[in-house]
């Protein structure tokens, strides 16, 4: 009997979405259904774009974890179809408000070529509001093709809700992708949040 590596002949592969503010632990949230699925010794990819400059080379998680989980940048989501080889199970793709943003379609119809095409488990995390509360569109087309979505909710800096869904710029810029960190962003509520 024939041996398939990635299990996708007998459970249909899905493609899950974790979106939510910066502070809420979404990277952290893909790394650790990555991990489960290493577990199961199974192979995986992870991929970040490349003009997401917080991310150290080459990793994800770089910031919450003692051992971050090695990734391939990549300019477009056409590159990540490249990397794609047949024993792989699970493929994790962070930050996905950065990707292709002139074609906001794109990375989610990748995705969807990865799950029926080739089967694969994907796992897809980022940031679905920006500072001045309007969806990132990359985000909102993947939450709406997703097989499920999982809202990741920070503490909220001003009150003290664990239902913080925004991220609250703190300096002054018209930039939509401000690249920072708590330098410059702090986790709020819905109610505590100020549109930039
Ligand atoms: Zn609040």
């Known amino acids: 009997m024939s041996h398939h590596t990635n299990g996708h002949s007998t459970h249909p592969a899905t493609l899950d979405v974790i979106a939510g503010p910066m502070f809420s632990n979404k ?9 489960r699925v290493q577990y199961a010794k199974k192979k995986t990819l992870c991929f970040y774009p490349e003009t997401d400059t917080r991310t150290e080379h080459e990793t994800i998680g770089s910031r919450s974890l003692s051992k ?24 994790g793709i962070d930050e996905a408000q950065f990707w292709d943003m002139e074609e906001p379609e794109l990375l989610g119809l990748v995705c969807l070529e ?29 939450m709406a ?44 509520c819905t109610h505590c949040f100020e549109p930039h």
């Open 114 to 142: 990865l799950v029926r095409k080739h089967g694969i488990n994907v796992k897809v995390a980022g940031l679905d509001l920006d500072a001045s509360d309007k969806p990132f569109e990359v985000v909102a087309f993947l």
């Open 27 to 35: 990277s952290l949230e893909l790394i650790g259904r990555i991990r």
């Open 68 to 91: 971050p989980e090695p990734a391939i940048a990549c300019k477009s989501a056409r590159d990540i179809l490249q990397h794609i080889t047949p024993n792989i199970a699970a493929v």
């Open 145 to 188: 093709i997703a097989d499920r979505v999982t809202k990741t909710r920070a503490v909220c800096v001003q009150c003290g809700s664990e239902y913080g869904s925004r991220s609250q710029r703190l300096v002054k810029t018209n930039a939509r992708t401000l690249v920072g960190d708590a330098d410059a962003y702090e986790a709020r």
